[in-house]
């Protein structure tokens, strides 16, 4: 089974083509990316993929910054697959895309020209949050489908008086007698052993190397922590509120389905001190995520399927962008009831953020300044595809334990509690 990886591609858009392109994006969203031009319905592996735009500004000290396409895909790896399937499968989509860019690929251009533009152009995340890793999407796929021929055999029989260890037992015959539901008898397959042997080399490394240089650590973290407190206490409170465009625009790309896209972009604060914390709180979150919160839950949030941390401009600026389930206030609410501690040691370094207290404290518990924060850099992502799109990240993780469910031994307790997942 492979892992999963993130992949971005930015490109700046030609100038004159800016309206055209912001055109192109709403009527692409109308007809969707599944099928035809894009087919991404027909590329493996596949979980999610968006566009948006970036519109041209200016960065803190003045400078111009073209406006920029970015797309984004969550997929199966390998990424060589996937790039050689956005050049093929999805060639007409990603042509009529980032035609739009400079120095695009003309027409007369091969498949390799087109790749190797793709990947020039590829922009690495500083972290990326999985709900499950090594989940992809066949297995996704294959488990929604098991969890519907068991309800719907289940529905076909009378089961009144029986126990739930005989009908789980019934629910294993059955399955061993369906050859389309045989691969159902035996676990999914772990990632590849390279990718397990390279995440647990980091997931030891990366302590033992901070535990090493400690004594000279602590140190350095006392006067930061300092000078970090002496910064945080010349903030202002946020008491912008998101113009009424802005928000009928972000609107209506949200709250249609099970699933919805989320993206932000803004500014990094200036100077080397907020420089060196956004970096070193984003390398310990992409630890976090690879080795902590690996399996159905971001500290607590379990309706996140994707998410990612993206520098852009040189770390001028950062996006962040999710695949999230439900409505956009209760995913707000959850980050501000569950996760504000890490929403505040990442975002607080960013322009326009709550104040905090010591990094982690204030903040997103500031509930009105910190919505109105997130709804003014919110981006629309007006052409999005999801592979699942009525799979909520907790259908998912059910579907998953229903299969677990038909291995081995059970007591009648477990065997009433497996039962109630269907």
């Not at 903030?235 to 699933?259: C, K, M, N």
Request: aromatic share 10%; proline share 6%; charged share 25%.
């Amino acid at each position: 089974m492979p892992h999963q990886i993130g992949v971005t591609i930015r490109a700046p858009v030609a100038a004159d083509r800016v309206a055209e392109l912001r055109q192109w994006l709403a009527e692409a969203g109308k007809t969707g990316l599944g099928d035809a031009p894009f087919g991404f319905a027909g590329c493996r592996g596949v979980h999610f993929a968006r566009f948006y735009l970036l519109e041209e500004t200016a960065d803190l000290a003045g400078r111009p910054i073209p406006a920029s396409l970015v797309f984004m895909s969550e997929v199966d790896a390998p990424l060589r697959r996937h790039l050689a399937e956005l050049a093929g499968v999805a060639r007409e989509g990603i042509d009529q895309a980032f035609q739009h860019c400079t120095g695009y690929p003309g027409p007369g251009r091969g498949r390799r020209q087109r790749i190797a533009w793709l990947r020039r152009h590829r922009v690495r995340a500083s972290a990326f949050y999985v709900n499950t890793v090594g989940r992809g999407v066949a297995q996704i796929r294959q488990e929604a489908e098991l969890r519907e021929a068991l309800e719907d055999y289940l529905d076909r029989q009378d089961h009144i008086g029986r126990t739930a260890a005989e009908v789980r037992r019934e629910l294993q015959d059955y399955v061993a007698g369906r050859a389309d539901l045989a691969w159902a008898a035996k676990p999914p397959a772990p990632p590849s052993l390279l990718f397990r042997a390279r995440e647990a080399v980091h997931m030891v490394a990366v302590p033992a190397v901070l535990l090493l240089s400690l004594p000279v650590l602590l140190p350095i973290l006392l006067v930061w922590a300092v000078l970090l407190r002496i910064d945080e206490r010349r903030d202002r409170p946020f008491t912008q509120r998101p113009a009424r465009r802005h928000l009928e625009e972000v609107a209506g790309y949200e709250d249609f389905s099970t699933q919805n896209p989320f993206a932000v972009a803004g500014f990094v604060r200036p100077g080397r001190l907020r420089q060196l914390t956004f970096r070193a709180v984003l390398f310990l979150t992409d630890y976090g995520v690879r080795h902590i919160f690996n399996h159905d839950s971001l500290a607590g949030v379990k309706t996140i399927h994707f998410a990612r941390w993206v520098p852009l401009d040189g770390w001028r600026r950062m996006t962040f962008a999710s695949n999230y389930d439900g409505a956009v206030e209760a995913y707000n609410d959850d980050f501000i009831n569950l996760i504000w501690w890490g929403l505040n040691a990442t975002f607080s370094n960013g322009m326009d953020y709550p104040p905090t207290r010591w990094l982690f404290f204030g903040g997103a518990k500031l509930e009105e300044q910190f919505k109105n924060t997130i709804r003014c850099h919110q981006v629309a992502v007006p052409a999005w595809y999801a592979a699942y799109p009525e799979l909520s990240a907790d259908n998912i993780e059910n579907n998953a334990q229903i299969r677990a469910g038909l291995r081995g031994e059970m007591g009648p307790a477990q065997a009433e509690h497996w039962l109630s997942l269907l």
